[in-house]
């Protein structure tokens, strides 16, 4: 029996402290009960913090379990398909969003970069995307390399289609996360289109695409991820957002597909 595809646990460092924060404060309220009443408003605190605590682990296991593939589902469905592109997915951990696009393919390529941090996605590595892309039945048409969103080691205009979730709010400063946007876009094709989801910084990608000349700029907040509980959840103040563009069309984007070449790499 084929084992099914793993996409992993985001953040899990910060799940596992959800959980022995939110334990921790339930338990100190019990311990503090336990000396008298006079202590109410301490008690209070301390069972308010873990009560907090426990259903927001719950929403991050909820977001990696079921969550993001509602995300992944709305990113590719952005995207005008014709079925024989090449695509770049920017951060692309153990392979959600590079094997979501080459499920959409008949032709063509979906390419995954990353730099792996097991900190920001539980098991992230090269072979964990090549195993999910396998378990997948879509090993063929799927490519894994490690590369730095900043410095990606392609020729200029290789990409019909690029895609990225929640890379951008892990480069600092502002000037870091501006040259992985140029990045991006030398890499698109002319004509080509992009999509990238954050809970943050996504007004910085727009203005940043804007001055570097991108085309058809949208920045629209996610329907998938917008929920009473996580809005209560995070006070309101984290909403996740994806900005839609295009690098502009130029006479080379009429070149039929089988003739642009397949060799993408510097």
């Not at 899990?12 to 334990?23: N, Q």
């Not at 339930?26 to 907090?52: K, R």
């Not at 959409?104 to 999910?132: F, I, Q």
């Not at 929640?166 to 870091?176: D, I, M, T």
């Amino acid at each position: 029996m084929e084992e099914a595809a793993d996409y992993g646990i985001d953040s899990p460092t910060i799940v596992a402290g959800l959980l022995l924060a939110g334990v921790a404060g339930i338990g100190l309220a019990a311990a503090v009960l336990t000396i008298g009443p006079g202590h109410a408003w301490v008690i209070l605190f301390l069972f308010a913090a873990g009560i907090y605590f426990l259903p927001a682990r719950a929403g991050m296991l909820f977001y990696s379990k079921a969550g993001k593939l509602r995300l992944r589902d709305e990113i590719l469905g952005a995207i005008p398909w014709r079925h024989d592109e090449w695509v770049l997915d920017v951060g692309c951990g153990r392979g959600l969003l590079t094997i979501g696009a080459a499920r959409l393919l008949t032709t063509g390529r979906a390419v995954g970069v990353d730099v792996w941090k097991p900190a920001d996605l539980s098991g992230s590595c090269p072979h964990a995307a090549l195993e999910n892309a396998r378990a997948e039945r879509l090993a063929a048409r799927v490519s894994v390399l490690g590369a730095d969103a900043r410095v990606l080691p392609f020729r200029g205009a290789s990409f019909d289609v690029m895609v990225s979730n929640f890379v951008l709010h892990n480069l600092n400063p502002r000037a870091e996360r501006e040259k992985a946007v140029g990045g991006i876009l030398r890499v698109l094709k002319p004509g080509g289109r992009m999509v990238l989801s954050d809970f943050i910084f996504t007004d910085e990608v727009e203005s940043a695409l804007r001055s570097l000349g991108a085309d058809d700029l949208r920045r629209v907040r996610s329907e998938s991820q917008s929920s009473w509980l996580t809005t209560l959840l995070n006070f309101g103040k984290v909403r996740v957002f994806r900005v839609t563009g295009a690098e502009p069309r130029s006479e080379d984007s009429a070149v039929p597909f089988e003739e642009r070449g397949t060799s993408v790499f510097t």
